[in-house]
């Protein structure tokens, strides 16, 4: 199941499956920051991302890492986001992420080029604002980026059954009087890839939008950087989605991507 590396992974649907994006970088701490420079921060963003919210801290936990909290200078993540609340950047001391959301206003799938030009834009801000304020430029371990897909049941499944339908690492349960119906499933896949990683989370959930019964099926390719210039950063978001789209076809079936109308 490895992805083949003779030529580009053309992906395109009609009704795809994806209702978030995320892409950017992760970073070592960064000496001297602390949280009066996230609201001051904010201020330069202001123009393009109106509102904010306040989200939880996320916990880099790779496995050469340990998490460390130092209590004179909590960590915050915080999101600026449009008005619309379609677009929106994460800054944390150690990550900045640009995420794409659809919602029932704009249900319009933006594509990776154009969420990578935004974030293009955001780390621009953030580096301006690291040298207006005499702070070292961000030291980046990791570049990513990831799908978040909701997986509709009675639209693109009706039953835990029909994972095998959808997933080709899934050969399901056999249907017998000791096993019965499956009620519920879910798996992780962690994948070394030839260059990065790829991590697959199939997982039962509840839309808070709708009260839907879904699947969320998230997909996140990573890549470790040679250096943190902006052009080697970039590069590595760009195998990281080459990699993303290889792994979705890898782990998805023809059956379902005919369901999302999947343009060859």
């Given at each position: 199941?490895?992805?083949?590396?003779?030529?580009?992974?053309?992906?395109?649907?009609?009704?795809p499956?994806?209702?978030?994006?995320?892409?950017?970088?992760?970073?070592q701490?960064?000496e001297?920051?602390?949280?009066?420079?996230?609201?001051v921060l904010?201020?330069?963003?202001?123009p393009?991302?109106?509102e904010?919210?306040?989200?939880?801290?996320?916990l880099?936990?790779?496995?050469?890492?340990?998490?460390?909290?130092?209590?004179?200078?909590?960590?915050?993540?915080?999101?600026?986001t449009?008005?619309?609340?379609?677009?929106?950047v994460q800054?944390?001391?150690?990550?900045?992420?640009?995420?794409?959301?659809?919602?029932?206003e704009?249900?319009?799938?933006?594509?990776?080029?154009?969420?990578?030009e935004?974030?293009r834009?955001?780390?621009?801000?953030?580096?301006?604002?690291?040298?207006?304020?005499?702070?070292?430029?961000p030291?980046?371990?990791r570049?990513?980026?990831s799908?978040?897909n909701?997986?509709?049941?009675?639209?693109?499944?009706?039953?835990?059954?029909?994972l095998?339908?959808?997933?080709?690492?899934?050969?399901?349960?056999p249907?017998?009087s000791?096993y019965?119906?499956?009620?519920?499933?879910?798996?992780?896949?962690?994948?070394?890839?030839?260059t990065?990683?790829?991590?697959?989370?199939?997982?039962?959930?509840?839309?808070?939008?709708?009260?839907?019964?879904?699947i969320?099926?998230?997909l996140?390719?990573?890549?470790?950087?040679?250096?943190s210039?902006?052009?080697?950063?970039?590069?590595?978001?760009?195998?990281?989605?080459?990699n993303?789209?290889?792994?979705?076809v890898?782990?998805?079936?023809?059956?379902?991507?005919e369901i999302?109308?999947?343009?060859?």
């Amino acid at each position: 199941m490895s992805p083949h590396k003779q030529g580009q992974v053309r992906l395109h649907f009609d009704n795809p499956p994806v209702t978030e994006t995320a892409i950017g970088f992760y970073f070592q701490k960064i000496e001297g920051w602390h949280l009066l420079h996230q609201g001051v921060l904010w201020d330069k963003f202001l123009p393009k991302y109106p509102e904010l919210e306040v989200l939880p801290t996320i916990l880099d936990v790779a496995p050469q890492q340990k998490v460390l909290f130092n209590l004179n200078s909590p960590t915050l993540r915080t999101g600026f986001t449009n008005k619309e609340r379609t677009q929106l950047v994460q800054i944390q001391d150690g990550l900045l992420l640009h995420n794409w959301r659809k919602t029932t206003e704009s249900p319009q799938y933006h594509r990776y080029e154009e969420t990578r030009e935004q974030l293009r834009e955001d780390w621009s801000t953030f580096r301006n604002y690291l040298r207006q304020r005499s702070l070292e430029g961000p030291v980046v371990s990791r570049c990513e980026v990831s799908y978040f897909n909701n997986l509709v049941r009675n639209e693109d499944w009706k039953d835990f059954s029909d994972l095998s339908d959808i997933f080709t690492v899934w050969r399901g349960l056999p249907q017998s009087s000791s096993y019965g119906t499956a009620q519920m499933a879910g798996f992780n896949v962690f994948y070394q890839l030839d260059t990065g990683v790829a991590n697959i989370a199939v997982q039962p959930a509840i839309r808070s939008s709708d009260g839907k019964e879904i699947i969320q099926f998230t997909l996140t390719c990573s890549l470790s950087p040679r250096n943190s210039e902006d052009e080697e950063l970039f590069r590595c978001l760009d195998e990281c989605h080459e990699n993303a789209r290889r792994v979705f076809v890898d782990f998805t079936t023809d059956k379902v991507r005919e369901i999302w109308r999947q343009n060859r």
